[in-house]
């Protein structure tokens, strides 16, 4: 598998926080050059002596609102050292598309990304002129885009060729197939009364697929139905699934 390159340019007013992405797997990624990322910090763009980045809203309310022009001329910095034609400015907040698998596989089509991670109460409407899409990462309310911004990097990283030790676990990732994840066990063989299922011992790979198939279809069924409302199920997967379905009419405290 070829190897991709990305960058991302993140305009942010807590540089320090992203820190974070130093470590662990996704900070070996960007150690071995397999991606970069620029903190541009939009107080560098000010006029005043005192690097104002917020005012007050018109027409008055609660809170501060992101000023205009700091932001884009970021946005335009963040451009100007690059001759990527496959670039995306994307704006984390709560009205954005919400961020899924789908979506992460559909950004990494880009070879750079302008994430713009917002704070205060919100950020002037003019914005949305140098804004190519809005992402939410949930239905909640952070006290900034920086952890949004984190979690998109995070979850592109790791789909790169090369960063995960073991590519094939990224196959098996909750959403990859429309599924949650089956359950995963490991040693001790028993605790507090709690044992392994005996087939994950048996060593018959295809019982054992078919096993974590059919608990996948039932983690998905009984906490995420709306994941397959929207997936068409194979014959098999509908086979199994009319089977979850029967053991529950037959013990639905189970």
Known sequence: MTSKRLHFNVITLMPEMFEALDFGLIGKAFRDGRVSKTLINPRDFTLDNHKTVDDR???????????????????????????SKKRKVIHLTPRGNLLNHKKI???????????????????????????????????????????PAMVLIDCMVRQLPGVLNDEESINQDSFVNGLLDHPSYTRPEHFHEQSVPDILKSGDHEKIRLWRLKESLRLTWTKRPDLLAERLLTKEESRLLDEIQHEQEQDPHN
């Open 57 to 83: 809203p018109y027409g008055g309310g609660p809170g501060m609102v992101m000023m205009l022009e700091p932001l884009v001329k970021a946005i335009e910095f963040s451009k100007s050292d690059s001759s």
């Open 105 to 147: 596989i559909e950004l990494l089509s880009c070879e750079e990304l302008t994430i713009v991670s917002s704070r205060y109460e919100g950020v002037d409407e003019r914005l949305n002129h140098w804004i190519d899409e809005e992402i939410s990462v949930g239905d909640y309310v952070t006290s900034g885009g920086d952890f």
